[in-house]
C-alpha cells in the first residue's frame, strides 16, 4: 500500500483541527447552555483521569512494598482513600465520555450529579451542599456509636472512656487529654473490626461514609482507619500544610485539601474561618498520635471512632467561635 506523503497528512490533521475549532465556536454561539456543560463535563474527566493516573503510580509504589506510607505525601494518601470510591461513581460518565454524541448524554447525568458524576464535575455550591448531605448523615449515626460503646463500657473496664461517654451524654465538655486518655480502651478484642457486634459495624460504616455491605466490610473498616492515620502522620510531617509540592502554590487547592481532611474526620470547615479548621486539624492529628506505638493496629478503631467522640465538644466550640467572629465583624 502506498503512504501518503507526510505534508498531505500534516495538511488533512491541520484541516480537521481548524473545523472542530469552527464547530466548537459555532457550538458556542447557537447554544451557549450545552456548550458550557459540555466544557465542564470535559474538565470533570480529565481531573478523574488525572487523579486516576496519579492513584495508579502510588498504588504501584506502596503494593509493591518499594515506598512506605512515611515517603508519601497527604494528597497522595489520600488518593488511595478517595479514587476507587469515586471511580465506581463516575463508571457511567467514562463510559458516555467514549461514545459518539456524549452531549445526548450530558442532561441526565448532570441532572443526577451526587447520584452519577464525583466532586470533579460539581461546582463549588454543590460540592458545599453535597459535602453537607453526606456529613449530617453520618453524624446521624453518632448517638448509635456512643450507645455502642456505653454497652461495651463493662468489658472495657476504661475509666477514661466512661467518665468521657457519660460527660457526652448528659452535654458535659470534654478535655482532650480525656479523649487522648481513652485510647488504651480501644485494645480491647470486642473493638476490634472482625468482633464488632452487626449493629456496631453497621453504624460504624455509616458514620465513616463507606458502604455497610456485608462482604469485606471489615476490611473496608480496616483500611480506612489505616489509611486515615497516615494521613495524619503525612499532615504532621508537612508541618500541617497541605500544599501539593509537585505543583505551583495555590492557595484554593489547599484550601480544598484542607477541607476534604476535616470532612473526612466528621468536621465541616466550609464556612468556618481558616484558623478555626487549622486548630482542628491540629487537635485531631495530636489525638492519632496516641496509635504509635506497638499496638498501632489493635488500636485503629479508635480513628473510626473519634469523629463521634469530638463531635460534642467540638463542634460547638467552632460554632460559638464563628458566632463571635460574626459579631465582631458586625
Same mark, same amino acid.
Given at each position: 500500500?502506498?503512504?501518503?506523503?507526510?505534508?498531505?497528512?500534516?495538511?488533512?490533521?491541520?484541516?480537521?483541527? =481548524?473545523?472542530? &475549532?469552527? &464547530?466548537?465556536?459555532?457550538?458556542?454561539?447557537?447554544?451557549?447552555?450545552?456548550?458550557?456543560?459540555?466544557?465542564?463535563?470535559?474538565?470533570?474527566?480529565?481531573?478523574? &483521569?488525572?487523579?486516576?493516573?496519579?492513584?495508579?503510580?502510588?498504588?504501584?509504589?506502596?503494593?509493591?512494598?518499594?515506598?512506605?506510607?512515611?515517603?508519601?505525601?497527604?494528597?497522595?494518601?489520600?488518593?488511595?482513600?478517595?479514587?476507587?470510591?469515586?471511580? !465506581?461513581?463516575?463508571?457511567?460518565?467514562?463510559?458516555?465520555?467514549?461514545?459518539?454524541?456524549? !452531549?445526548?448524554?450530558?442532561? !441526565?447525568?448532570?441532572?443526577?450529579?451526587?447520584?452519577?458524576?464525583?466532586?470533579?464535575?460539581?461546582?463549588?455550591?454543590?460540592?458545599?451542599?453535597?459535602?453537607?448531605?453526606?456529613? =449530617?448523615?453520618?453524624?446521624? #449515626?453518632?448517638?448509635?456509636?456512643?450507645?455502642?460503646?456505653?454497652?461495651?463500657?463493662?468489658?472495657?473496664?476504661?475509666?477514661?472512656?466512661?467518665?468521657?461517654?457519660?460527660?457526652?451524654?448528659?452535654?458535659?465538655?470534654?478535655? +482532650?487529654?480525656?479523649?487522648?486518655?481513652?485510647? #488504651?480502651?480501644?485494645?480491647?478484642?470486642?473493638?476490634?473490626?472482625?468482633?464488632?457486634?452487626?449493629?456496631?459495624?453497621?453504624?460504624?460504616?455509616?458514620?465513616?461514609?463507606?458502604?455497610?455491605?456485608?462482604?469485606?466490610?471489615?476490611?473496608?473498616?480496616?483500611?480506612?482507619?489505616?489509611?486515615?492515620? /497516615?494521613?495524619?502522620?503525612? &499532615? /504532621?510531617?508537612?508541618?500541617?500544610?497541605?500544599?501539593?509540592?509537585?505543583?505551583?502554590?495555590?492557595?484554593?487547592? /489547599?484550601?480544598?485539601? =484542607?477541607?476534604?481532611?476535616?470532612?473526612?474526620?466528621?468536621?465541616?470547615?466550609?464556612?468556618? +474561618?481558616?484558623? #478555626?479548621?487549622?486548630?482542628?486539624?491540629?487537635?485531631?492529628?495530636?489525638?492519632?498520635?496516641?496509635?504509635?506505638?506497638?499496638?498501632?493496629?489493635?488500636?485503629?478503631?479508635?480513628?473510626?471512632?473519634?469523629?463521634?467522640?469530638?463531635?460534642?465538644?467540638?463542634? /460547638?466550640?467552632?460554632?460559638?467561635?464563628?458566632?463571635?467572629?460574626? #459579631?465582631?465583624?458586625?
Amino acid at each position: 500500500m502506498k503512504e501518503l506523503p507526510d505534508k498531505r497528512v500534516d495538511a488533512s490533521i491541520a484541516w480537521y483541527r =481548524r473545523f472542530l &475549532v469552527w &464547530v466548537e465556536h459555532r457550538w458556542r454561539d447557537r447554544s451557549p447552555g450545552t456548550h458550557k456543560l459540555f466544557r465542564t463535563f470535559q474538565t470533570g474527566v480529565g481531573g478523574l &483521569v488525572t487523579d486516576f493516573q496519579d492513584f495508579v503510580t502510588v498504588w504501584t509504589r506502596v503494593s509493591g512494598g518499594g515506598a512506605p506510607y512515611s515517603h508519601l505525601g497527604y494528597r497522595e494518601i489520600s488518593l488511595l482513600r478517595l479514587v476507587p470510591k469515586e471511580l !465506581v461513581r463516575a463508571t457511567p460518565a467514562l463510559c458516555i465520555s467514549a461514545l459518539p454524541g456524549t !452531549v445526548l448524554f450530558l442532561p !441526565v447525568l448532570f441532572y443526577f450529579p451526587r447520584l452519577f458524576l464525583t466532586e470533579h464535575f460539581w461546582t463549588p455550591e454543590q460540592r458545599l451542599e453535597f459535602s453537607s448531605a453526606q456529613l =449530617r448523615r453520618r453524624q446521624s #449515626e453518632y448517638r448509635h456509636l456512643i450507645d455502642d460503646l456505653a454497652f461495651l463500657q463493662p468489658q472495657l473496664n476504661s475509666a477514661a472512656l466512661r467518665i468521657l461517654l457519660h460527660n457526652i451524654r448528659t452535654g458535659k465538655p470534654n478535655s +482532650p487529654d480525656l479523649l487522648a486518655g481513652s485510647v #488504651e480502651a480501644f485494645e480491647h478484642d470486642c473493638l476490634q473490626f472482625d468482633y464488632l457486634s452487626y449493629k456496631h459495624a453497621i453504624h460504624l460504616s455509616r458514620a465513616s461514609g463507606i458502604s455497610a455491605f456485608r462482604l469485606y466490610r471489615e476490611y473496608r473498616l480496616w483500611r480506612l482507619a489505616k489509611l486515615l492515620y /497516615e494521613e495524619d502522620r503525612a &499532615v /504532621e510531617r508537612a508541618n500541617f500544610v497541605f500544599a501539593d509540592p509537585t505543583k505551583p502554590s495555590d492557595p484554593a487547592a /489547599e484550601r480544598l485539601l =484542607r477541607q476534604q481532611f476535616c470532612l473526612a474526620r466528621g468536621y465541616q470547615s466550609w464556612n468556618r +474561618p481558616d484558623s #478555626e479548621a487549622d486548630k482542628f486539624v491540629r487537635q485531631w492529628c495530636r489525638l492519632s498520635a496516641g496509635l504509635r506505638d506497638t499496638n498501632n493496629e489493635r488500636r485503629l478503631a479508635f480513628m473510626l471512632h473519634l469523629p463521634s467522640l469530638m463531635a460534642s465538644v467540638e463542634f /460547638e466550640d467552632s460554632r460559638k467561635s464563628v458566632d463571635k467572629n460574626n #459579631e465582631r465583624q458586625k
